[in-house]
């Protein structure tokens, strides 16, 4: 698994299922993913839906790895405090890495330069490497530390992409809600999908 992998990083937000979505649309496009998830975040999961997730990184990478058809060698999940994880190091980063939610205290950690897990260091190495970061706060409403912490990480080139859908393709179901949040990070990414229709495309058809 190489340097032109992605890395997700799920944290302890709400809506974990973007990350989930993200992670699924990843694998079925072809890409190579690295794998983060937080201990808060595997709390979320058991919260928020039915998955029940292996503890360990070797098992969570086999167990989702045939939930989402991914090919051999195409997911690997690395362990909170996994530094020789690849992620962990500028000499072997990912063209980019999405954080998807990203929980506030990961955001500003991030933004702080702190590094005490390995999201917060795999992060750190794509700032400083100078890739693509994406951030996908889920958060209502926001304070002012929020805010400026947003404000710091965009104007180091950090796309901070919030997880809140728009209503323009009419979406019934919650999952088109979800696919909405899924469908512009993806674009970020400059990743190929079907999952809405784009702004001013029934009116040009």
Known sequence: MGRDSVTL??????????????????????????????????????????????????????????????SPDQLRVYGRQQWSAPVASGSNVSRAMVVCPCSTGTLS????????????RAADVVLKERRQLILVPREAPLSSIHLENMLKLSRLGVTILPASPAFYHRPSQISELVDYVVARILDHLDIGHSLVPRWGEDIER
């Open 109 to 120: 950690a991030i933004a702080h330069g702190n590094s005490r897990s390995l999201i917060e």
């Open 9 to 70: 990083a799920i944290t302890g937000a709400s809506g974990v299922q973007y990350g989930l979505r993200l992670l699924e649309c990843l694998l079925g496009s072809g890409q190579e993913v690295r794998l983060l998830i937080s201990s808060p975040a595997q709390v979320v999961i058991a919260t928020e839906t039915d998955l029940k997730l292996p503890s360990q990184p070797k098992e969570m990478t086999a167990f989702l790895a045939e939930r989402f058809a991914a």
